[in-house]
């Protein structure tokens, strides 16, 4: 092996040691920012820096979401509850430069980036409410990943039936708003689809419901059209992921729905 490709290694495992995560691969991160204006001056770019330097210091209880605000500038971090605290602020971490390369001097803006087994959000704005972002970032299977052995109906009617389940988890969990789960599917119930919901803290029960259906609808068009393995769509309000490979946590509930094998794609 060659000197420079041995330090290279080294230099990897020493990072995983350490604690330290390699940067995100390319592809994984989706930014969005806003149309209506800049941050005019260099106090303001200087408080927004602030904020989201202060998002990386999550402190217990750990319930996957961390707000700070500092001088006029209000940041916001999201991540899923069940994970380790220290994976989420290593994400956020690697997001911040990402936001702010991406939205350099915008009144607001908004990151995502995922994980094999985790995503995570970083976004600020100039006022508390953080309500001028529109938009989606869609996630899904690589295009060189096979499709599911199922059709487009059988995995668009799992999707629906999962969703309405963790929809319901999530409303019943009030402080953390988020619901995982998983659904057996298609002939013989052979086929499993994972799945989790989560909606930012001060969102309403009414909005969180209506950001969760407009995003499942988003995981038809981007995935379950095109029978992809994988799907993950996510606003600054809420997220949805689906995969055929378990990320979950080791407990949640397993349903059943009838087979679909005679549906048209």
């Not at 290279?8 to 991160?29: C, D, E, H, K, T």
């Not at 220290?86 to 430069?97: F, H, L, N, R």
């Not at 689906?242 to 080791?250: G, M, V």
Request: net charge positive.
């Amino acid at each position: 092996m060659e000197t420079k490709s041995l330090i290279s290694l080294m230099l990897l495992l020493q990072a995983f040691i350490n604690g330290v995560n390699p940067a995100l691969p390319p592809g994984q991160q989706s930014s969005i920012c806003s149309k209506n204006g800049d941050l005019n001056s260099n106090e303001l770019l200087k408080s927004r820096d602030v904020a989201l330097d202060k998002l990386k210091n999550f402190e217990p209880p750990y319930t996957g979401d961390r707000m700070t605000s500092y001088q006029g500038i209000t940041a916001k971090a999201l991540c899923p509850p069940k994970i380790k605290m220290q994976d989420c602020s290593a994400c956020v971490k690697e997001t911040i430069p990402t936001l702010l390369k991406s939205c350099p001097k915008q009144k607001e803006g908004a990151t995502w980036s995922i994980l094999p087994n985790l995503y995570c959000m970083v976004r600020y704005a100039d006022h508390p409410k953080q309500g001028n972002i529109a938009g989606w970032a869609q996630f899904s299977s690589k295009p060189n990943y096979p499709p599911t052995n199922a059709t487009a109906g059988e995995l668009e009617n799992a999707l629906n039936n999962l969703a309405n389940t963790l929809k319901a988890k999530v409303e019943a969990n009030s402080l953390e708003n988020y619901g995982s789960g998983s659904i057996s599917y298609g002939p013989g119930s052979h086929s499993t689809l994972y799945g989790s919901m989560q909606c930012i803290p001060t969102i309403s029960v009414g909005d969180c419901k209506k950001c969760l259906s407009d995003a499942t609808n988003q995981l038809h068009q981007c995935c379950t059209k095109s029978r992809k393995l994988i799907g993950r769509v996510f606003s600054v309000n809420c997220a949805v992921w689906y995969s055929h490979t378990n990320f979950l946590p080791k407990t949640f509930q397993t349903i059943s729905t009838p087979s679909l094998a005679n549906q048209d794609p």
